[in-house]
């Protein structure tokens, strides 16, 4: 089964210097048909001003991937971390018993990420924060764990879920296949470009929510690049 969810029917809010989309339930848009992906409880796309963002606010039991798509950001925290995560890199806070985090925008141009919410394996853990590049042409015709809970993902960063994040770049023209549980679930956003997936085509920014396949066949309609999250 492919759920197909266009980016222009996805819920979400302006607040001036925050453009949102959200691909579930979140904050003011509430959809209670639309809470989660297996254990994927967020996957937000987010346009943040320049010389803007998110002041500190806390979090607590929860798997929080960012995925900078444009620009970079800005991370602190109450552990003392501080970090910039620019375009196509990848930071990971596992906020655990409780931490309180910002993220800013400090360029001087917009910046667009995905933030991807899932839920721990466990409660409880003490929190952390960790970034690295992912550098795309490591990316090119292949998927590579980002972000991962999973054994054998070990350059990924690590995430206590079981689950894994993955990206993809892809000529047009180009085809890759995934090997999928077919219990899983699967979150497919092209960032850039688009593709079929299993013969369902997906614009840019779209979503694609996917279970009961024993496999993925992706194919690049024009130059893309692509965001995964394979959770149980």
Excluded: C
Aim: charged share 20%; proline share 6%.
């Amino acid at each position: 089964m492919i759920l197909h969810k266009p980016f222009d029917r996805l819920g979400g809010a302006d607040h001036g210097w925050l453009k949102a989309r959200h691909h579930f339930s979140f904050a003011s848009y509430y959809d209670p048909e639309n809470m989660n992906w297996g254990g994927l409880r967020v996957w937000n796309d987010d346009e943040i001003a320049s010389r803007s963002g998110f002041p500190p606010h806390p979090h607590a039991d929860m798997e929080i991937i960012t995925y900078v798509r444009e620009g970079a950001i800005t991370h602190q925290d109450s552990l003392g971390n501080q970090g910039r995560t620019v375009a196509g890199d990848v930071q990971v806070m596992s906020a655990g018993t409780g931490v309180r985090h910002a993220e800013y925008n400090l360029e001087a141009e917009t910046t667009r990420i995905f933030q991807i919410w899932i839920e721990p394996t466990e409660r409880g853990g003490a929190p952390s924060w960790g970034a690295r590049p992912f550098p795309k042409g490591d990316r090119a015709g292949r998927f590579v764990p980002l972000a991962s809970g999973l054994p054998g993902d070990g350059d990924a960063l690590p995430i206590r879920t079981n689950a894994r994040v993955l990206g993809a770049t892809l000529k047009a023209g180009d085809q890759i296949t995934y090997d999928l549980d077919p219990a899983r679930h699967a979150y497919l956003v092209p960032a850039v470009g688009s593709v079929e997936v299993n013969g369902v085509s997906l614009a840019t920014r779209d979503g694609a929510a996917i279970t009961g396949e024993t496999a993925i066949s992706i194919r690049a309609l024009e130059d893309a690049e692509l965001v995964m999250v394979d959770a149980a």
